[in-house]
C-alpha cells in the first residue's frame, strides 16, 4: 500500500497562494489516481479535485474549479495542488488521497480512494 505525506499547508491572507505537496512512498504513483479532499470544523469532508493516472483529466468541485489546480510528478512521486484566490471559506485540513483506477480516470468520490495522507492545515484570515 502506498503512504502518503502531505505539506506546503499553513497560515495565508484572502487572496493569496498556497501550493501543497503530497509524497507518496512504497509505490510507484503512476499506479494511482490522485485526490485532494478537505474537511473543515464541523463539516463534512469534501473532495475538490482529482487527476488520472495518465494526468491528462482532472476534475474539481466547483468551489474550487477556476482557483484550483491539480498536478502530479511521477518521477518526484508527488501530487501538487496550487492554490490562488484563497478564501477564508477554504480554511480546512487538506488530505491527499490515492485510488488504483483505470488509466484515464479522475474520481471525486472518496469511495474510488483506497490510502490517504493525515492532512495539512489551510488557514485563511480574511
Known amino acids: 500500500q502506498v503512504q502518503l505525506v502531505e505539506s506546503g499547508g499553513g497560515l495565508v491572507q484572502a487572496g493569496g497562494s498556497l501550493r501543497l505537496s503530497c509524497a507518496a512512498s512504497g509505490r510507484t504513483l503512476s499506479d494511482y489516481a490522485m485526490g485532494w479532499f478537505r474537511q473543515a470544523p464541523g463539516k463534512e469532508r469534501e473532495s475538490i479535485a482529482a487527476i488520472s493516472r495518465s494526468g491528462t483529466n482532472t476534475r474539481y468541485a466547483d468551489s474550487v474549479k477556476g482557483r484550483f489546480t491539480i498536478s502530479r510528478d511521477d518521477a518526484k512521486n508527488t501530487v501538487y495542488l496550487q492554490m490562488n484566490s484563497l478564501k477564508p471559506e477554504d480554511t480546512a485540513v487538506y488530505s491527499c488521497?490515492?485510488?488504483?483506477?483505470?488509466?484515464?480516470?479522475?474520481?471525486?468520490?472518496?469511495?474510488?480512494?483506497?490510502?490517504w495522507g493525515q492532512g495539512t492545515q489551510v488557514t485563511v484570515s480574511s
Open positions: 488521497a490515492a485510488g488504483i483506477r483505470s488509466w484515464n480516470y479522475a474520481p471525486l468520490d472518496s469511495a474510488d480512494f483506497d490510502s
